[in-house]
């Protein structure tokens, strides 16, 4: 099973999205949300990055809500 962490906030459609689409694929996933963690927030300006969603799957990065990207890295 792949690692799959999401970036995200409470304000962003496409977040909600993200991981309602993870959900339906049954897809575990560990949730980072930069509105309540400073800590997420901080690692993932550290990575280069200043909006969400930001999925992590293993090593693999899909910025945005990219239903294509997200099926060929889970496969």
Request: glycine fraction near 6%; hydrophobic fraction near 35%.
């Amino acid at each position: 099973m792949k690692k799959v962490i999401i970036y995200t906030s409470n304000t962003c459609g496409y977040c909600h999205a993200a991981k309602d689409y993870l959900d339906q694929l049954e897809v575990e996933y560990e949730e980072r949300n930069v509105s309540t963690s400073m800590d997420a927030r901080k690692e993932l300006m550290q990575q280069g990055f200043m909006g969400v969603p930001v999925l992590l799957v293993d090593d693999e990065v899909i910025q945005g809500f990219d239903k294509a990207k997200i099926d060929q890295l889970l496969k």
